[in-house]
């Protein structure tokens, strides 16, 4: 999976793409170039607005309850559907961009085919898009006619209305990067005419085989295609072919988008975006250098720790290899580590901290399987705790072998690290003391967390400037959220099919009938979860698989929450497997080195975590642990 965005300071070069030349800002300021300059700028400040209120409403709800024993009216139903339009602004921006995310196979396409292959996918994307901006016009036309009611007398349909917008924005947007040549984008607009020809003949398609659209599809996202564009394509023929209206799908993407904790996935994203746009890595670099760095492979283990850290806030995204990559690798060749053991390192703890509470997978996970999310992040401590310090021993193996450098202790600079980094140490207590006391909601503990990195590194540490800075961070941030909420959006309807096609319970009756061993089932999971961790990104995996694999927990008589920690750690170590493992990619992109140099050095560390993996699945206590000691063991 490809996905390029990168805070200010660490960002690599790289050469213009024809997705950024022709859809970006223009160049000139006159004519067509100034009304698309002023169309970007009001995005921008869309997205911040929209932002600054998801953050601000909870906020005011959980002091408003706390202090005066009763909510603002309407404050979380407008951050419910707030979540709606900053996923649908963010996929148009990220579209602008040219950051949809997209599988790694993509860049395999031989250099001679790669504008047609761009063609194609471009085409393929807006003929998806438009039958389904009809789609979701469908459904605000009904609403309209219900005459349902956010609150305070805003209908429901002003909240739908960013669907139809945002699909047919996407649309446009891919037929625009689809080439600088008007002449091919002309042959990907075509897209656009079979788009509408499928919302207005749906009936062709029932009763029909789905095999080659669905072939047409995974070929276009092998070729680069954006992932949404394929669950969502797919999701749309499946519909049709069996004569549910194509407005089954945005009905899907609405139902989550409007879920109570679902808003807790941008605001914990922005909250990583902050903190990675200040100098809070290298505060925290110094914290931990100054504890462990006399040991040997001291520098080994505190970049394991501060990519744990960063990853909790981020997700799996990749923000933490391109923000905090240079920085680390610099420190790890500075204590004379090799570049391969480097590269291995930086590589594998770019998504350590997934388990770790309030990493966004815990969240998103809790959502779709329905369980506890507070279970969630109690049993993901220990397996978390687990996974960094099987590679903080590898580290320190390191250091022992090739005599790394180490930081003799000095308890004065450690000191004097710890007061410098006291606000950013602070933030998980405050979040989870939040949680776990019973003050807030997860939500609520999100825009909090969000309000406390905004506070500290504007007015306390002076790193983000009000104006630029925070717009710059906004931007960042929505365009990575809106490239995953538009995958989970589309991921929802593809999910309904399958439980509406009962294929959960075929697959159950398939396993019955062939494995009877509890130990044998979890062996095939976890490599069915290895190959699903490869291929897709975790957020829709996460819609699309945890439904399916859920009964089959409950056949075999797996606890709900270990089952969620297993899919997890299968999932973070999909980011590190060859050949199109998200990691490698973002690796070799942000340290400019081969991929097969990133493969070599990965190995190590795949195999170290594939071991810990194993653990966190035959041990069950190490997940249930925690939640028998704090009497939360029910299953």
């Given at each position: 999976?490809?996905?390029?965005?990168?805070?200010?300071?660490?960002?690599?070069?790289?050469?213009?793409?024809?997705?950024?030349?022709?859809?970006?800002?223009?160049?000139?300021?006159?004519?067509?170039?100034?009304?698309?300059?002023?169309?970007?700028?009001?995005?921008?400040?869309?997205?911040?607005?929209?932002?600054?209120?998801?953050?601000?409403?909870?906020?005011?709800?959980?002091?408003?309850?706390?202090?005066?024993?009763?909510?603002?009216?309407?404050?979380?139903?407008?951050?419910?559907?707030?979540?709606?339009?900053?996923?649908?602004?963010?996929?148009?921006?990220?579209?602008?961009?040219?950051?949809?995310?997209?599988?790694?196979?993509?860049?395999?396409?031989?250099?001679?085919?790669?504008?047609?292959?761009?063609?194609?996918?471009?085409?393929?994307?807006?003929?998806?898009?438009?039958?389904?901006?009809?789609?979701?016009?469908?459904?605000?036309?009904?609403?309209?006619?219900?005459?349902?009611?956010?609150?305070?007398?805003?209908?429901?349909?002003?909240?739908?209305?960013?669907?139809?917008?945002?699909?047919?924005?996407?649309?446009?947007?891919?037929?625009?990067?689809?080439?600088?040549?008007?002449?091919?984008?002309?042959?990907?607009?075509?897209?656009?005419?079979?788009?509408?020809?499928?919302?207005?003949?749906?009936?062709?398609?029932?009763?029909?085989?789905?095999?080659?659209?669905?072939?047409?599809?995974?070929?276009?996202?092998?070729?680069?295609?954006?992932?949404?564009?394929?669950?969502?394509?797919?999701?749309?023929?499946?519909?049709?072919?069996?004569?549910?209206?194509?407005?089954?799908?945005?009905?899907?993407?609405?139902?989550?988008?409007?879920?109570?904790?679902?808003?807790?996935?941008?605001?914990?994203?922005?909250?990583?975006?902050?903190?990675?746009?200040?100098?809070?890595?290298?505060?925290?670099?110094?914290?931990?250098?100054?504890?462990?760095?006399?040991?040997?492979?001291?520098?080994?283990?505190?970049?394991?720790?501060?990519?744990?850290?960063?990853?909790?806030?981020?997700?799996?995204?990749?923000?933490?290899?391109?923000?905090?990559?240079?920085?680390?690798?610099?420190?790890?060749?500075?204590?004379?580590?090799?570049?391969?053991?480097?590269?291995?390192?930086?590589?594998?703890?770019?998504?350590?901290?997934?388990?770790?509470?309030p990493a966004l997978p815990l969240i998103l996970y809790g959502?779709?399987?329905?369980?506890?999310?507070?279970?969630?992040?109690?049993?993901?401590?220990?397996?978390?705790?687990?996974?960094?310090?099987?590679?903080?021993?590898?580290?320190?193996?390191?250091?022992l072998v090739n005599r790394a450098r180490r930081t003799p202790?000095?308890?004065?600079?450690?000191?004097?690290?710890?007061?410098?980094?006291?606000?950013?140490?602070?933030?998980?207590?405050?979040?989870?003391?939040?949680?776990?006391?019973?003050?807030?909601?997860?939500?609520?503990?999100?825009?909090?967390?969000?309000?406390?990195?905004?506070?500290?590194?504007?007015?306390?540490?002076?790193?983000?400037?009000?104006?630029?800075?925070?717009?710059?961070?906004?931007?960042?941030?929505?365009?990575?959220?809106?490239?995953?909420?538009?995958?989970?959006?589309?991921?929802?309807?593809?999910?309904?099919?399958?439980?509406?096609?009962?294929?959960?319970?075929?697959?159950?009756?398939?396993?019955?009938?062939?494995?009877?061993?509890?130990?044998?089932?979890?062996?095939?999971?976890?490599?069915?979860?290895?190959?699903?961790?490869?291929?897709?990104?975790?957020?829709?995996?996460?819609?699309?698989?945890?439904?399916?694999?859920?009964?089959?927990?409950?056949?075999?008589?797996?606890?709900?929450?270990?089952?969620?920690?297993?899919?997890?750690?299968?999932?973070?170590?999909?980011?590190?497997?060859?050949?199109?493992?998200?990691?490698?990619?973002?690796?070799?992109?942000?340290?400019?080195?081969?991929?097969?140099?990133?493969?070599?050095?990965?190995?190590?560390?795949?195999?170290?975590?594939?071991?810990?993996?194993?653990?966190?699945?035959?041990?069950?206590?190490?997940?249930?642990?925690?939640?028998?000691?704090?009497?939360?063991?029910?299953?």
């Open positions: 999976m490809n996905e390029e965005t990168a805070p200010r300071g660490e960002e690599p070069p790289a050469a213009p793409s024809p997705a950024t030349e022709s859809t970006g800002a223009p160049q000139d300021e006159s004519g067509p170039g100034r009304v698309l300059a002023r169309l970007h700028r009001g995005e921008d400040v869309v997205a911040l607005v929209v932002l600054a209120a998801m953050v601000a409403l909870p906020l005011a709800e959980a002091v408003a309850r706390t202090f005066f024993s009763r909510g603002v009216p309407g404050a979380i139903p407008f951050v419910q559907h707030l979540t709606l339009w900053i996923g649908f602004l963010g996929a148009a921006l990220a579209a602008r961009e040219g950051r949809l995310l997209s599988l790694a196979t993509g860049n395999f396409v031989p250099a001679g085919l790669k504008r047609w292959s761009d063609v194609l996918t471009a085409a393929v994307g807006a003929a998806v898009c438009v039958a389904l901006a009809f789609a979701s016009w469908e459904l605000v036309a009904i609403e309209r006619e219900g005459g349902l009611e956010i609150a305070l007398g805003v209908p429901v349909w002003i909240g739908q209305i960013v669907m139809p917008i945002g699909f047919a924005l996407l649309a446009i947007r891919l037929v625009l990067a689809a080439d600088r040549s008007w002449r091919l984008r002309a042959l990907a607009a075509t897209g656009l005419v079979v788009g509408w020809l499928i919302a207005q003949h749906p009936l062709f398609f029932e009763g029909r085989s789905v095999v080659p659209g669905l072939l047409v599809l995974l070929l276009a996202t092998v070729l680069g295609g954006p992932i949404f564009v394929a669950i969502g394509g797919a999701a749309l023929l499946l519909f049709l072919a069996d004569g549910i209206p194509a407005a089954a799908i945005p009905v899907e993407t609405y139902r989550l988008s409007v879920s109570p904790t679902l808003a807790a996935i941008p605001l914990f994203t922005l909250t990583g975006f902050v903190l990675a746009e200040g100098r809070a890595s290298q505060r925290l670099l110094d914290v931990f250098r100054g504890l462990v760095g006399w040991i040997p492979g001291g520098t080994a283990v505190v970049c394991a720790v501060v990519c744990a850290f960063f990853t909790v806030f981020t997700g799996g995204s990749g923000v933490t290899i391109l923000a905090l990559g240079g920085l680390l690798f610099q420190a790890l060749q500075e204590d004379r580590y090799r570049d391969r053991f480097s590269l291995g390192l930086l590589t594998a703890s770019g998504s350590l901290g997934l388990l770790l509470p959502i779709v399987a329905e369980i506890s999310i507070e279970d969630l992040f109690v049993g993901g401590i220990l397996p978390g705790l687990l996974l960094v310090l099987l590679i903080a021993l590898w580290g320190l193996r390191e250091g202790f000095d308890g004065r600079t450690a000191v004097v690290a710890i007061w410098r980094a006291k606000w950013e140490l602070a933030l998980p207590v405050v979040i989870l003391v939040a949680i776990f006391g019973g003050y807030t909601t997860v939500v609520e503990a999100s825009a909090l967390a969000a309000a406390y990195v905004l506070f500290t590194q504007i007015f306390v540490h002076r790193e983000i400037g009000i104006g630029r800075d925070l717009a710059r961070v906004a931007g960042q941030c929505t365009v990575l959220v809106g490239g995953v909420l538009i995958i989970l959006g589309v991921a929802m309807g593809l999910t309904s099919w399958l439980v509406d096609a009962q294929v959960a319970q075929r697959i159950l009756e398939l396993v019955r009938e062939n494995i009877s061993s509890k130990l044998v089932f979890l062996l095939c999971l976890n490599l069915f979860l290895l190959v699903v961790g490869c291929l897709m990104d975790i957020f829709s995996a996460t819609i699309v698989v945890v439904p399916l694999i859920v009964p089959l927990g409950a056949a075999f008589d797996i606890h709900p929450v270990h089952l969620g920690i297993i899919f997890i750690a299968n999932l973070e170590l999909g980011y590190l497997t060859p050949p199109v493992g998200l990691n490698l990619f973002l690796a070799s992109y942000r340290f400019e080195r081969p991929l097969l140099e990133i493969y070599r050095a990965a190995v190590p560390m795949l195999v170290i975590l594939g071991l810990g993996v194993l653990l966190i699945t035959y041990v069950p206590w190490l997940t249930l642990g925690l939640l028998e000691l704090f009497g939360r063991g029910g299953g």
